[in-house]
T-cell receptor, first 112, second 113 residues
Framework: NAGVTQTPKFRILKIGQSMTLQCTQD?????MYWYRQDPGMGLKLIYY???????DKGEVPNGYNVSRSTTEDFPLRLELAAPSQTSVYFC???????????FGSGTRLTVV | AQSVTQLDSQVPVFEEAPVELRCNYS??????LFWYVQYPNQGLQLLLK??????LVESINGFEAEFNKSQTSFHLRKPSVHISDTAEYFC???????????FGQGTRLTINP
């Protein structure tokens, strides 16, 4: 099925470890986003991209990095995991005409 | 900058009762408005949106929302809820000139039989 695919679905990291959250979309959307969701806080934008080779910071970028080498892929990198990064991470994509975002099913990350 | 306030963190209602989930926003520029729904252990799905035109928008499963510019509100309503409507609902806005959603804190709707 077409959509946004995130891997892994669950992950436990130790403090200081690094990992990459993968996100792939097959809808040829130019815009892609990474959000984190914390209880009672809604979703906060970490990074976004308006096309291959172009990325920009969102509201809460500290501790994360992204790259966008292709239209399809938008990985999120955590270099030195901290307990404050325990969260559920959602990747999303959209058309420029703002028909609404398509969200992935999320990655639940725990840092211990 | 934009901000969104969902006035209720939790709303319990009985099945077949009406419900209103409240959303207010703040923005110095024109915005588009959205409601998303998140069922347990799933990602967010678009429920309805207001881009322009009629201020009353409807979804395919009986929800509706009305854009009120003077009150900067976009409340979500349903005249009769079903158990399957149990979910968390998020209001969101995006500046017309930039495609970047800002979300509210979410409202957890619980339907009791």
């Amino acid at each position: 099925n077409a959509g946004v695919t995130q891997t892994p679905k669950f992950r436990i990291l130790k403090i200081g470890q690094s990992m990459t959250l993968q996100c792939t979309q097959d809808m040829n959307h130019n815009y892609m986003y990474w959000y984190r969701q914390d209880p009672g806080m809604g979703l906060k934008l970490i990074y976004y991209s308006v096309g291959a080779g172009i990325t920009d910071k969102g509201e809460v970028p500290n501790g994360y990095n992204v790259s966008r080498s292709t239209t399809e892929d938008f990985p999120l990198r955590l270099e030195l995991a901290a307990p404050s990064q325990t969260s559920v991470y959602f990747c999303a994509s959209s058309y420029p005409e703002l028909e609404g975002y398509t969200f992935g099913s999320g990655t639940r990350l725990t840092v211990v | 900058a934009q901000s969104v306030t969902q006035l209720d963190s939790q709303v319990p209602v009985f099945e077949e009762a009406p419900v209103e989930l409240r959303c207010n926003y703040s923005s110095s520029v024109s915005v588009y408005l959205f409601w998303y729904v998140q069922y347990p252990n799933q990602g967010l799905q678009l429920l309805l949106k207001y881009l322009s035109g009629s201020t009353l928008v409807e979804s395919i499963n009986g929800f509706e929302a009305e854009f009120n510019k003077s009150q900067t509100s976009f409340h979500l309503r349903k005249p009769s809820v079903h158990i399957s409507d149990t979910a968390e609902y998020f209001c969101a806005v995006s500046p017309v000139a930039a495609q970047k959603l800002v979300f509210g804190q979410g409202t957890r709707l619980t339907i009791n039989p």
